[in-house]
T-cell receptor, first 113, second 113 residues
Framework: EPEVTQTPSHQVTQMGQEVILRCVPISNHLYFYWYRQILGQKVEFLVSFYNNEISEKSEIFDDQFSVERPDGSNFTLKIRSTKLEDSAMYFC???????????FGPGTRLTVT | KNQVEQSPQSLIILEGKNCTLQ??????????LRWYKQDTGRGPVSLTIMTFSENTKSNGRYTATLDADTKQSSLHITASQLSDSASYICVVSAKGGGNKLTFGTGTQLKVEL
């Protein structure tokens, strides 16, 4: 069964460094999402992406964040200058169309020291 | 502001017993309501999804109900198993905007021998 994959599973970085989290959505899906979950808190929406552009973003998704679909398979989340409070689990999700279920990847645990 | 509240926050039950988890939401305009199961350190996995016109849906030992008038949902787990130990998250989708998901804080369920 097709699934969303994410790499790396765990990323440790120093404050101020740039990180890129990678996701490979399910191949025939058209809508892509990033969510984050700070330890012990609920999952929060970051951004949705469709037709090579951002369709919606939350207040969390500030200028430090960017997303890109550099080729036909990868979907990346970049954090330009990481802060301690960016430490969280980051989930990628994809969906075929608006009416279909979102499928989540296993997540990348980002630790900023 | 769209919100999803869940109760109880945590629950411990004996293997083989049934339990019911509750969800209240204030999401508008309502599109659909989902229940997800999230194992520790993993991405959420969909259990059920219900639209406005559906008031019950089953998936094996999981049965979800929806009362769109009172904006309440429940997830009933029958004959619990040790593998049911996880966080159960109620997620509500609003119409438009790529169907952005609003997550509840989850109910942490532990099934014991």
């Amino acid at each position: 069964e097709p699934e969303v994959t994410q790499t790396p599973s765990h990323q440790v970085t120093q404050m101020g460094q740039e990180v890129i989290l990678r996701c490979v959505p399910i191949s025939n899906h058209l809508y892509f999402y990033w969510y984050r979950q700070i330890l012990g808190q609920k999952v929060e929406f970051l951004v949705s992406f469709y037709n090579n552009e951002i369709s919606e973003k939350s207040e969390i998704f500030d200028d430090q964040f960017s997303v890109e679909r550099p080729d036909g398979s990868n979907f990346t989340l970049k954090i330009r200058s990481t802060k301690l409070e960016d430490s969280a689990m980051y989930f990628c999700a994809s969906r075929m169309t608006e009416v279909y279920e979102q499928y989540f990847g296993p997540g990348t645990r980002l630790t900023v020291t | 502001k769209n919100q999803v509240e869940q109760s109880p926050q945590s629950l411990i039950i004996l293997e083989g017993k049934n339990c019911t988890l509750q969800c209240n939401y204030t999401v508008s305009p309502f599109s659909n309501l989902r229940w997800y199961k999230q194992d520790t350190g993993r991405g959420p996995v969909s259990l059920t999804i219900m639209t406005f016109s559906e008031n019950t849906k089953s998936n094996g030992r999981y049965t979800a109900t929806l009362d769109a008038d009172t904006k309440q949902s429940s997830l009933h787990i029958t004959a619990s198993q040790l593998s049911d130990s996880a966080s159960y998250i109620c997620v509500v989708s609003a119409k438009g905007g790529g169907n952005k998901l609003t997550f509840g804080t989850g109910t942490q369920l532990k099934v014991e021998l």
